[in-house]
T-cell receptor
Framework: DAKTTQPPSMDCAEGRAANLPCNHS???????VYWYRQIHSQGPQYIIH???NNETNEMASLIITEDRKSSTLILPHATLRDTAVYYC??????????FGAGTILRVKS | EPEVTQTPSHQVTQMGQEVILRCVPI?????FYWYRQILGQKVEFLVS????????KSEIFDDQFSVERPDGSNFTLKIRSTKLEDSAMYFC??????????????FGPGTRLTVL
């Protein structure tokens, strides 16, 4: 299973872009990169996913490097409500999600 | 917007008792999952369910655990004889395709299980 490495925590000023990095150097060609977040003790929430192309939706952008060994989740204008744990997940065997420790993002006013 | 619902939000039980956690997945979804999160720890996969049978389960999902889809809308997790270490948040999730085929899992708000 491809594993991911994320920084344990990051701070971001409100209104600024939050750039959350993720390393997945052992990713294989057909594995997707997924991002989820968990606000306090709520259920994880899907943000975005991609295979090799950059992706954008109403919540965020996902930039995947050409060699696919790393990616960056971008929240373009972070708000206090974006304070959460952000998980970068590479699809594993079968259909389960394997969560790591994630990055605690603290958005500060 | 459709959502996964779970009941109860908090369940307190005595060690050794049976508990049933209930989930109502999104109505047109076909794949169902249970995850748990012990306080301060990672979210852990327990089991996935499709076509009325378990498709995958983790080492945590031992003989004390079972899942069932008793009707067309509910999906339940039963813990036969609870232990102190079963205290955790239990999350139900559903999806309409297999992960990795370009889709997402939708999670419920969770049930906090406290075993005394």
């Amino acid at each position: 299973d491809a594993k991911t490495t994320q920084p344990p925590s990051m701070d971001c000023a409100e209104g600024r872009a939050a750039n959350l990095p993720c390393n997945h150097s052992t990713i294989s060609g057909n594995e997707y990169v997924y991002w989820y977040r968990q606000i306090h003790s709520q259920g994880p929430q899907y943000i975005i996913h991609g295979l090799k192309n950059n992706e954008t939706n109403e919540m965020a952008s996902l930039i995947i490097t050409e060699d696919r060994k790393s990616s960056t989740l971008i929240l373009p204008h972070a708000t206090l409500r974006d304070t959460a744990v952000y998980y970068c997940i590479v699809r594993v065997d079968g259909n389960k999600l394997v969560f790591g420790a994630g990055t605690i993002l603290r958005v500060k006013s | 917007e459709p959502e996964v619902t779970q009941t109860p939000s908090h369940q307190v039980t005595q060690m050794g008792q049976e508990v049933i956690l209930r989930c109502v997945p999104i109505s047109n979804h076909l794949y169902f999952y249970w995850y748990r999160q012990i306080l301060g720890q990672k979210v852990e996969f327990l089991v996935s369910f499709y076509n009325n049978e378990i498709s995958e389960k983790s080492e945590i999902f031992d003989d004390q655990f079972s899942v069932e889809r008793p009707d067309g809308s509910n999906f339940t997790l039963k813990i036969r004889s609870t232990k102190l270490e079963d205290s955790a948040m239990y999350f139900c999730a559903s999806s309409d395709v297999l992960l990795g085929r370009d889709d997402e899992q939708f999670f419920g708000p969770g049930t906090r299980l406290t075993v005394l």
